[in-house]
């Protein structure tokens, strides 16, 4: 593409493009979003690493999830059938969780709800990857009825230790 790795840093350039699949963006749409000269040398980036994808028959674990909702979202026949195959979700760490694994598992579970979710919105630690905290904080408003139940006691650190995390996670 004739672009220099000092200004487009590979790694730099694969975050933005994860980045943009975790939030259901596609690389035609990021093209046509995408305004200046950096914005557009990522979007061609992206188109061009979408091609190659293609071409070798391949795709990264962003793919995985963007095109699993997609799938689910644009085919009601494939969505039912794997609403109706799997009735039951678990998400452990589900404060890590980012939009489009949310996204994921709103098209999973269709109208029935039965979802199980652990998590801990004091430990959310993947925010650089995308991982969305909203998604644990809203969980009682996604899924109204839902029973929570809270694992107080800690059976793997001191009491000290635990006061002393909690007093700085207070100030958070």
Same mark, same amino acid.
């Given at each position: 593409? /004739? @672009?220099?790795?000092?200004? $487009?840093?590979?790694?730099?350039?694969?975050?933005?493009?994860? =980045?943009?699949? =975790?939030? *259901? &963006?596609?690389?035609d749409? $990021?093209? +046509?979003?995408?305004?200046?000269?950096?914005?557009?040398?990522?979007?061609?980036?992206?188109?061009?690493?979408? #091609?190659?994808?293609?071409?070798? =028959?391949?795709?990264? $674990?962003?793919?995985?999830?963007? %095109?699993?909702?997609? @799938?689910?979202k644009?085919? +009601?026949?494939?969505?039912?059938?794997?609403? #109706?195959?799997?009735?039951?979700? *678990?998400?452990?760490?589900?404060?890590?969780?980012?939009?489009?694994?949310? @996204?994921? *598992?709103?098209?999973?579970? /269709?109208?029935?709800? %039965?979802?199980?979710?652990?998590?801990?919105?004091?430990?959310?630690?993947?925010?650089?990857? /995308?991982?969305?905290?909203?998604? &644990?904080l +809203? $969980?009682?408003?996604?899924?109204?009825?839902?029973? &929570?139940?809270?694992?107080?006691? %800690?059976?793997?650190?001191t009491?000290?230790?635990?006061?002393?995390?909690?007093?700085?996670?207070?100030? %958070?």
């Amino acid at each position: 593409l /004739g @672009l220099t790795g000092s200004q $487009f840093a590979p790694r730099a350039q694969m975050r933005k493009i994860s =980045n943009a699949k =975790n939030k *259901l &963006i596609s690389a035609d749409t $990021f093209a +046509e979003r995408a305004s200046g000269y950096f914005e557009t040398g990522t979007a061609n980036i992206y188109k061009l690493y979408q #091609s190659r994808l293609r071409e070798c =028959n391949a795709m990264d $674990f962003d793919d995985l999830l963007f %095109n699993s909702v997609m @799938l689910l979202k644009n085919s +009601e026949e494939i969505g039912e059938r794997y609403r #109706s195959r799997y009735q039951y979700l *678990l998400v452990d760490e589900y404060q890590d969780t980012n939009h489009v694994q949310y @996204l994921l *598992l709103k098209h999973l579970l /269709g109208e029935h709800n %039965n979802i199980c979710v652990v998590g801990d919105e004091d430990q959310s630690i993947y925010g650089w990857r /995308g991982a969305d905290i909203r998604n &644990i904080l +809203e $969980f009682e408003k996604d899924y109204p009825g839902a029973k &929570i139940i809270k694992l107080e006691q %800690n059976y793997r650190s001191t009491t000290v230790i635990l006061d002393v995390a909690s007093s700085v996670i207070a100030n %958070n």
